[in-house]
């Protein structure tokens, strides 16, 4: 069974570029989490879809970054226009379902290391 | 909000054992997890814990105390391969335990040395 996948592994961009994530979840997996980490800091959350739905973008910094999941398949986010403070690891990770008193485990890509210049 | 605070690094030799310590403060619990990551590798599942005690897998080991909103990771008999970061991880209780979004802490760098 094919993992998670992201691409890019590494991207490199001037301030004020632009710049897409793609992220192709476990094949079944409804749920699909976006994450970053910065600097050695907490994996933090930004954004969950279930299938093709924003459940919850609560961790979204700004109206620069946005994420799609169309027919509920993989995923992109895109970061428009990218500043410095972008830069860091970004995570994307999948479960297949949830539900109180039920724990599915987050399976997560190898990420997008993002460096903006 | 939510936090979850973990010490930043911690140093051991092979072969010996190792704890790293997970304290949260959480509007409601859900139980905690832990996960490892290797320097540019993928965050991977290594335990849970929804109720207090003790749970073992192999070399690794979890225990959890609801009443003093703590954790923590047991790795024994270290391995160089187990140099990686280690993060605690809550379910968001904002959602009343219907969701799988995790709140992670700041992580936990352990450096084995030969």
């Known amino acids: 069974e094919a993992g998670v996948t992201q691409f890019p592994s590494h991207s490199v961009i001037e301030k004020g570029q632009t710049v897409t994530l793609r992220c192709d979840p476990i094949?079944?997996?409804?749920?699909l989490y976006w994450y970053r980490r910065v600097m050695g800091k907490e994996i933090k959350f930004l954004l969950h879809f279930v299938k093709e739905s924003k459940q919850d973008e609560s961790g979204m910094p700004n109206n620069r970054f946005l994420a799609e999941r169309t027919g509920g398949t993989y995923s992109t986010l895109k970061v428009q226009p990218a500043e410095l403070e972008d830069s860091g690891v970004y995570f994307c990770a999948s479960s297949h379902r949830a539900g109180t008193g039920v724990n599915e485990k987050l399976f997560f890509g190898s990420g997008t290391q993002l460096s903006v210049l | 909000g939510q936090s979850l605070e973990q010490p930043s690094e911690v140093t051991a030799v092979e072969g010996a054992i190792v704890q790293m310590n997970c304290t949260y403060q959480t509007s409601g619990f859900y139980g905690l997890s832990w996960y490892q990551q290797h320097d540019g590798g993928a965050p991977t599942f290594l335990s849970y814990n929804a109720l207090d005690g003790l749970e073992e897998t192999g070399r690794f080991s979890s225990f959890l105390s609801r009443s003093d909103s703590y954790g923590y990771l047991l790795l024994q008999e270290l391995q160089m391969k187990d140099s990686a970061s280690y993060f605690c991880a809550v379910r968001d209780p904002d959602f009343g335990g219907a969701t799988n979004k995790l709140i992670f802490g700041t992580g936990t760098l352990l450096a084995v040395q030969p």
């Open positions: 094949s079944g997996h409804d749920n």
